[in-house]
């Protein structure tokens, strides 16, 4: 719900349980933030921007105006003038002047939720959702900016975006743009992030905020396996169950910054948006600008509940096509099982052993194209190899339908190989500074893709081979970052625009590729989890999450991901041992049931794994279609984290009607002499009563105990025999 109060001025946005406010103070029309917290019956509180204390407002004190501007909390603060804070925009006038300032004009209260041009964005009908239409300018510069704030009504979400537009008679340039901005009081909070690495990506960091500027970002063009465009900024006492939480998550697929800045006065401006570096756009007149989204969470009630309320956005409002609701086909990639040493016999060799234990779709990863007999070349050359697809793809991808399985095929489509017949015949349509030797990383280059050109070859390449056989499956990978960012297609005073200009053709791609092909299930990658973020999961409903299928290292990895993202989008194989990233090996059982919190499928030699392992197979895939509804639509519950604790890891998920939970245990290393470790579960009907069931461990009987007892008292999971063990225990009311 959103309401105006003319009288207060003020703007009262509200979700199911949560409160933000925006007041028009003065007769310069400021835009101050008022509140963003727990539900509140009243429009008032306008107080909470202090400007009956001094400085006050420069109408009353015009002496000390740029002591006003240094402390007023602002909606969408500018620089310049004499906010001394971080601002969320920056611009350059072409006579080079920097200051701005804005002041409230109009507004505009929506049902439902507009789309933004050219960018992926949550989406709402007229019944889930209700927008705000702020719209204020500077009339020096001859700028409106439009701030757009939605309230779900079923999730306690609001989203932000802004787009400027050049109202003046002169071009100007945009040096930084923020989606979101929150000012407010300081309460000794702690700042969230997820941090990473190749193979180790989205760790949970959590660190007091002091004062100063404090922030996680990526320049790297792509949101990173380093940092994630998430930041939270939590009461320091928070925990999974009770506390105070602001969280923002960026639906944005580039270079971004989260920011926290304390202030002398201990307030707090938390922001998210692209990266000013190396971010400058041209807006001539008339010309506007549409800044991706950001998502804002706030719940009093802990990590769980900001998870679930994160969960339930994208579930409903992000994810779309086919497959938003629906099972996964299990799957078998052959990357980690061959490599690039594979034909059409070898795959069908896997293919046939894959179908007779349940597997439903063949994925046929990198290196079936041009002479890609290894990473140092080819890419760009969208042709099938039949040397090594022998007989062609139609015949491989009809044989493998012919098992009952699906097709599935591999493409990198923005890159470009130096040794490729595509650079051979365009050297120019690699990203380069004219004079500069380019930075080769993987032997590649990444494609100019602001170049309209160039991205309606490439698409029509790759939909080419999509349109030449039953290909139901696509794995869009980027394996390197961004460097040397210069295009021949654009003027000297717009190459500040190419890092954005690049992600909205990917954008651009991809929404081409799920137009054309709507039944397509497409899953982003890029070298593992580097681009894991909602502005992807638009287009794909699941993201290959890390190249370390370790189960152990994915206990980390997979808990940082589902803080923010549901276990439906959680890209998670079972692969072989020892493990190809850090050579442990762990019992089969346990990398199915970690997998199995994931998209679940298989990345590794089905014909040449000990049988022991390969006779698990069939009892994983009944576990998948027995407990995959539950764990894609369930709740998700953090009990334990081996990340903090370095023994053991839990969470639990529970179906929406509470009638049915599953947990899964991961015992890390054992230790002589222990009791059964005690855990308390959560999320249940205290009013019901519930069998549990201990999926894989058959020395423990089903009993039944109420659900109130299994969350105060808890439940006690037997010390399992070795290191590495997992135990799946199923609930439901009896
Ligand atoms: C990186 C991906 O994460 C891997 O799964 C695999 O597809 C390779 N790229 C192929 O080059």
Redesign the pocket.
């Given at each position: 719900m959103i309401t105006y109060n003319e009288r207060e001025r003020i703007f009262k946005l509200d979700t199911p349980d949560t409160t933000y406010m925006i007041g028009i103070v003065d007769e310069e029309n400021f835009i101050g933030h008022i509140y963003y917290g727990k539900r509140l019956k009243e429009a008032e509180a306008s107080y909470l921007m202090r400007t009956q204390e001094p400085p006050f407002v420069p109408s009353t004190n015009n002496r000390e105006r740029c002591s006003f501007y240094d402390c007023f909390p602002f909606e969408y603060p500018t620089s310049g003038v004499g906010d001394y804070r971080e601002g969320c925009i920056g611009i350059r006038t072409a006579a080079g002047h920097v200051g701005s300032m804005l002041s409230y004009v109009s507004h505009e209260i929506l049902e439902g939720k507009p789309e933004l041009e050219g960018l992926p964005a949550t989406f709402g009908s007229e019944q889930d959702c209700m927008t705000l239409k702020l719209i204020c300018e500077d009339r020096h510069v001859g700028m409106q900016v439009e701030l757009l704030y939605t309230v779900f009504h079923d999730t306690d979400v609001i989203t932000r975006s802004a787009k400027v537009t050049n109202t003046g008679r002169e071009y100007f340039y945009l040096t930084k743009i923020c989606s979101a901005c929150i000012d407010m009081d300081n309460r000794d909070f702690d700042m969230i992030s997820l941090h990473g690495s190749w193979a180790r990506e989205r760790h949970i960091q959590r660190k007091a905020l002091g004062y100063g500027i404090q922030s996680v970002s990526s320049c790297r063009g792509e949101s990173s396996h380093q940092d994630h465009p998430f930041l939270a900024l939590a009461d320091k006492h928070a925990t999974q169950e009770n506390g105070e939480i602001y969280a923002m998550n960026f639906v944005y697929s580039g270079n971004f910054r989260a920011q926290a800045e304390v202030t002398q006065f201990d307030s707090v401006r938390m922001t998210m948006g692209i990266h000013p570096e190396n971010f400058c756009w041209k807006l001539e007149c008339g010309e506007s600008f549409q800044a991706p989204e950001a998502v804002m969470v706030y719940t009093d009630k802990g990590f769980d509940a900001m998870t679930q309320t994160f969960h339930r956005l994208y579930r409903k409002h992000l994810i779309r096509g086919e497959y938003k609701d629906k099972k996964r086909p299990i799957l078998i990639?052959n990357?980690?099982a061959t490599?690039f040493d594979f034909n059409t016999d070898k795959l069908l060799s896997i293919a046939r052993e894959a179908s007779k234990l349940g597997i439903e779709m063949l994925v046929m990863?990198?290196?079936w194209f041009g002479n890609r007999s290894s990473?140092n070349c080819a890419l760009g050359d969208w042709k099938v190899n039949e040397n090594k697809i022998n007989g062609g793809l139609k015949y491989l991808v009809d044989e493998v339908n012919k098992l009952g399985m699906k097709f599935g095929i591999?493409f990198?489509p923005e890159m470009i190989s130096p040794d490729s017949d595509l650079y051979r015949a365009h050297p120019d349509w690699a990203f380069a500074i004219p004079g500069r030797p380019g930075t080769e990383s993987?032997q590649q280059f990444v494609l100019d893709l602001s170049r309209q050109e160039i991205v309606d070859y490439i698409y029509e390449q790759v939909a080419s081979v999509l349109r030449s056989a039953n290909i139901e499956y696509v794995?869009w990978?980027m394996?390197r970052q961004l460097t040397d960012i210069g295009s021949c297609g654009l003027p000297a005073d717009r190459q500040g625009e190419l890092y954005h200009r690049y992600v909205l053709a990917v954008y651009q791609m991809q929404d081409r590729l799920t137009r054309e092909f709507p039944h397509l299930l497409l899953e982003n990658?890029?070298?593992?989890?580097a681009r894991f973020d909602p502005g992807m999961l638009y287009y794909s409903p699941q993201i290959?999450c890390?190249?370390d299928t370790d189960a152990i290292e994915r206990l980390e990895i997979q808990e940082g991901t589902a803080l923010i993202y549901p276990l439906s989008t959680i890209g998670a194989h079972v692969s072989d041992c020892p493990n190809h990233t850090v050579g442990r090996v762990t019992p089969f059982e346990t990398r199915g049931i970690v997998a199995l919190a994931g998209t679940f499928g298989y990345?590794l030699d089905v014909t040449k794994i000990p049988v022991e392992d390969r006779e698990m197979i069939p009892a994983q895939v009944a576990m998948y279609h027995k407990y995959n509804d539950l764990i894609r639509e369930g709740d998700y519950y953090r009990i334990a984290s081996y990340a903090q604790n370095r023994k053991y890891d839990c969470w639990q998920v529970v179906s929406g009607d509470k009638k049915q939970a599953l947990v899964t245990f991961v015992q890390v290393m054992n230790r002589a002499n222990f009791k059964s470790r005690r855990i308390l579960l959560k999320g249940l009907d205290g009013e019901k009563r519930y069998r549990v069931e201990f999926v894989n461990d058959d020395s423990v009987e089903d009993q039944i105990y109420s659900g109130d007892t299994l969350m105060k008292a808890g439940l006690l999971v037997p010390n399992p025999w070795g290191d590495f063990k997992a135990r799946l225990i199923s609930l439901t009311e009896a």
């Open positions: 990639n990357w980690e490599y990863d990198d290196g990473d591999w990198e993987r794995k990978d394996n990658c890029s070298g593992g989890g290959w890390s190249d990345e």
